[in-house]
């Protein structure tokens, strides 16, 4: 019988190898016979931090129960959303340890103050991925697009955008939520591109990433730069954008200058195909809930991620955490049907609604 278990034990090893190694190279794994049957099930808790930006609700929170799901269907998911609320999500946190999830899936409200509860996490010997944004404390992995890139595809598509007038205009910078990571990330790798190249007449944070927020930062910009001086608007996602345009909008300011975005939200694409904004930065939510759900299974059942994670990334509090660093795209309307349409995000009539049939027929999506 000792030998029989022997053999039964390496031959699991050895199927988790081929399957980490699969995800590695597709993010789409596999399951060893019976789809991880045999009482190996676990729990599995996803905090998410608001639902102001759509994508949390709309693809994230779907994606990755379908995909813990098809990994391992005897498992359990279990979810909470903070509303934008620390103490609700230090809360939710401390209740799904208690409850017992083995492991966690994790977009922290506010890293700096999740802090603790990561730590928590810990010593209770529950893991924790920090998905989208880096968080603090003894986090196992990390799964996230590079915000670098997503700063440079913004930055260069803005320059590109402003031509001539990059070189005489300025633009203003509206920034993420000052206590996400992620935020920094972006603004980081924006300004490498932007710097030197336009003037940037003024640079805002917009906390909680919400929209009237965003309104009322672009609102001060055009009292203290004038309307006529805004030649560019670094939007850093697809929220602040639609902030930023309804401010231009109230302002009369026509046309409006470049802005830019990112998460390639229905409503931004719609006003990209409209001409209100100029670019959105496309991030593959499957694909990040894909590596996300396999890193979660593989720390839940006590295994490494060395086939999972394709890279290592230091937070303030760990270095060398394994982490997957994905690539983004940016879109325009040149490209929406190759990158949103072609790759199934959204359908042709979900684009484009019965009031902008004749912008979708000049961009040539309807045809």
């Not at 808790?45 to 098809?70: C, Q």
């Not at 909680?208 to 805004?230: E, K, V, Y």
């Not at 760990?318 to 490209?335: F, H, S």
Request: aromatic content about 4%; overall charge negative.
């Amino acid at each position: 019988m000792g030998i029989l278990n022997t053999l039964w034990t390496l031959r699991r090893s050895a199927l988790a190898a081929v399957c980490a190694g699969l995800l590695a190279v597709t993010l789409a794994g596999c399951q060893e016979d019976g789809a991880a049957g045999g009482g190996n099930g676990i729990t599995v808790g996803l905090l998410m931090p608001n639902r102001g930006t759509p994508r949390w609700e709309a693809s994230d929170r779907p994606l990755i129960e379908k995909r813990v799901k098809e990994l391992c269907d005897d498992c359990s998911f279990v979810y909470a959303n903070a509303e934008n609320d620390v103490t609700s999500q230090q809360r939710q946190m401390t209740s799904m340890i208690t409850k017992g999830v083995e492991v966690l899936i994790l977009t922290a409200t506010d890293p700096k103050a999740l802090r603790s509860s990561v730590q928590a996490a810990d010593n209770a010997g529950v893991p924790v991925v920090a998905y989208d944004r880096l968080a603090e404390g003894p986090i196992s992995g990390f799964v996230s697009f590079d915000g670098a890139q997503v700063g440079r595809l913004q930055g260069e598509a803005l320059l590109r955008a402003m031509g001539e007038q990059a070189h005489d205009g300025q633009i203003v910078m509206m920034n993420g939520d000052p206590t996400s990571p992620n935020a920094a990330w972006f603004a980081d790798g924006a300004r490498s591109v932007l710097q030197g190249q336009v003037k940037i007449g003024k640079s805002y944070e917009t906390p909680g990433w919400r929209a009237a927020n965003a309104h009322a930062n672009m609102s001060a910009a055009i009292s203290a730069l004038g309307p006529d001086r805004i030649d560019g608007v670094l939007a850093a996602n697809d929220t602040i954008a639609a902030g930023v345009i309804s401010s231009l909008k109230s302002a009369r300011i026509t046309p409006l200058p470049p802005v830019t975005g990112q998460d390639a939200e229905l409503d931004a694409v719609r006003r990209i195909v409209r001409g209100e904004q100029y670019m959105t930065v496309y991030k593959p939510f499957e694909t990040e809930a894909d590596a996300a759900a396999a890193m979660a299974i593989a720390l839940g059942r006590g295994e490494g991620l060395d086939g999972i994670a394709t890279t290592t990334y230091d937070s303030p509090t760990t270095e060398d955490v394994p982490a997957v660093l994905l690539t983004p795209v940016a879109v325009t309307v040149d490209n929406i049907r190759r990158t949103l349409v072609d790759e199934g995000v959204y359908t042709i009539d979900e684009i484009c609604v019965p009031r902008l049939r004749s912008a979708c027929d000049e961009a040539g999506l309807t045809r």
